[in-house]
């Protein structure tokens, strides 16, 4: 009986200090910040993203009409943030994810854009709620 409640304790606190050092998995239910796709550029782009922890999804219900080099990124009102580019649009519509590199702290940022890297313009924006 010892044994057990020195491993239980050993573990609630190896599971505590990983949450607080911001690795391990996140708590069931744990939802991030999401906003709607609204379209700029004279384009068409609806549905919803999410930018939770270390990665940013466009839900199911993402769509885009179409355009040549579009990109994921993030910016912060109003300007999209090139240093933020999270790779080329996997689809043009459905759910997928971006993983946000390391060197980007997603607390700076309150928009997730979609972004014609070729014409230098936003396509889509999505701005993020609590």
């Known amino acids: 009986m010892q044994n057990r409640r ?19 998995p996140a708590l069931a239910g744990d939802k991030g910040r999401t906003g709607n796709f609204s379209g700029r550029s004279n384009h068409v782009t609806t ?18 009409d179409g355009a040549p080099d579009a990109r994921v990124g993030l910016g912060r009102n109003g300007k999209y943030d090139a240093n933020a580019d999270l790779g080329a649009l996997k689809n043009l519509t459905g759910k997928q994810s971006y993983r946000v590199g390391s060197g980007i702290d997603t607390a700076d940022y309150d928009e997730v ?7 230098n313009v936003p396509l889509g924006v999505a701005k993020l709620g609590q």
């Open 6 to 24: 020195e491993f239980m304790k050993m573990s609630a606190g190896v599971v505590a200090t990983a949450l607080f050092a911001g690795v391990g």
């Open 47 to 64: 549905g919803k993203a999410e930018l939770s922890g270390n990665k940013v999804v466009l839900k199911s219900d993402f769509s885009l």
């Open 113 to 119: 854009y979609i972004w014609c890297r070729k014409f």
